[in-house]
């Protein structure tokens, strides 16, 4: 538990709780539609380069493993393009939690979900067998140390010439843009309540902003090169809507006031906050982090 705030959050196993469930799994499909209209792409260019270019050199499907894919909708969508490309692709989602994963049943032919701790050494059968190796949102995991730790897995994952794409969204970033005469009090309130205990427990985000950097430094990727999104205005009530679910899941992380009646903040106070939270964003209050930064680098041959 965190002094500062009395909140007992662990990104290690926040994923793993028996609470993730149909609703986690609601937001990441409405965070995924909102990343997709911010990029307006599902492979980044010079991915997407790579992809034309090498058809005629590949002897088998085009390999793409999606590290973390929660429910898989990167790899659908992916399927679909590719698909309608006429590009034949084996698509690998692994995950540590299955519990979002859809019915195998459900899914094309070519998209295998798999559990798998990404975090801990490589299976023998994924080493350098990969054309892309895609991950996203997966930076809570990685603020006690950077992108280190992943990177020397997803290089060995990669065949020579092929790229991983990697998005990030500053998850300890919270932009609350008034609405008239409703300045967003809760709102803000939530957010430094939420810095002050990220803070607390040492995390750190903004190895977001040097993703690029981290990957060059890890060395044996070319090309790395780094784009930075801003949401749309248009976009920002889906975002906002997307944000308070994450809130909403977060007051069971504090204490009950039964339980620590000196606690700053106790679950019972939080959900007054995030009620008056709620109401201020049904007057117009919008919350968004701003921008989404992608790196793309492409394993050296
Ligand atoms: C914020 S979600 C992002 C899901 C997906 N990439 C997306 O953008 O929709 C983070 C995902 O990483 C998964 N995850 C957390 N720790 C992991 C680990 N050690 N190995 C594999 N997946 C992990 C979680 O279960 C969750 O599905």
Redesign the pocket.
Known sequence: MDQSTGMDYDPATY?TTSA?NFRSSAR?HL??FLCQRTFGYLLESHVQDFVSHSQDERSGPLRVA??????G??LCDLHDELAKSGITAQLDG????AA?FPAPAFLPPSIRLKE????KPLPEDLVGVFDIVHI???A??LVDTGVAPLLPFIHAMLRPGGYVQWEEIRGDKFIVEASGDTPGVACNTISQILQAGGKARGSDFTFIDQLDQGIKSHGGFDDVQKRVFEKRRQDYKAWTEDILMVWGEIAVHFPLKADASSAKITKESFLDLYRRAVEETEQGVAVHQGVIVTAVGRKAA
């Open positions: 994923w993730k990441l965070q995924h999606d590290l973390g894919c929660g429910n909708a990167w692994y995950d540590v939690n979002s798998l701790d990404i975090l996203r949102a997966f809570s995991l």
